[in-house]
């Protein structure tokens, strides 16, 4: 017989720690800190760089996003994704810097090359990696990134990235395309 209560969506392991993480940030625990920028560093940059284009201001609003983390925390109600959660800030935070300079331009080779890449990824496959991500559009780089370097869903980054999960899959689907062909040749085809 089956109960009439409803229990909760199972919760991932990485959400549940992030969500102690902030919890134990919002009473002044410097170690959850540190636990929480080395999970979220990669993708809240990936998000700033992938916006701002600069690798050096990217570095910037980085820290400036867990700067607010740490000062907000208390403040935070975990209803959705943590990570979500860091990337809409480091989102508002990069456009606002943005809006600021009034400047745009391509992602340039240094930029580039501090992109985070999987751990362990012998530098000459970095480097081909590297290339590769040059030959997508700033919302596929930025889609790929956010799954990839944080591991959100592609609703969570339709959400952040204010796109319909209809766009954001269709553009991750063509960059893996693209990747796939400029990491295997014409293979790939």
Same mark, same amino acid.
């Given at each position: ?26 009473? =002044? ?5 540190? *636990? ?5 560093? =990669? ?19 980085? *820290? ?7 000062? =907000?925390?208390?403040?935070? #109600? ?12 480091? #989102? ?13 331009? %391509? ?8 992109? %985070?890449? %999987? ?62 062909? *400029? ?7």
């Amino acid at each position: 017989m089956q109960s009439s209560v409803e229990r909760p969506p199972e919760q991932s392991p990485d959400r549940v720690r992030l969500e102690m993480l902030l919890a134990g940030i919002a009473q =002044g625990d410097r170690d959850a800190m540190a *636990q929480l920028y080395a999970a979220a560093r =990669g993708a809240v940059y990936a998000m700033a760089l992938g916006i701002l284009r600069d690798p050096y201001e990217a570095q910037d609003v980085t *820290q400036d996003v867990f700067v607010r983390v740490w000062d =907000g925390a208390a403040g935070y #109600r975990p209803q959705g994704s943590p990570m979500a959660w860091l990337l809409t800030v480091a #989102r508002n935070e990069a456009l606002m810097r943005l809006r600021r300079s009034g400047r745009t331009g %391509p992602l340039d080779d240094d930029a580039v090359r501090q992109l %985070p890449a %999987p751990a362990g990824l012998p530098a000459e496959e970095r480097l081909a990696l590297q290339e590769a991500l040059k030959t997508l559009s700033d919302a596929e780089r930025q889609i790929v990134l956010l799954h990839a370097a944080s591991g959100l869903k592609h609703r969570e980054i339709g959400q952040i990235l204010d796109m319909p999960l209809a766009t954001v899959l269709s553009k991750y689907h063509r960059a893996l395309k693209k990747l796939r062909t *400029q990491l295997e040749g014409d293979d790939a085809l």
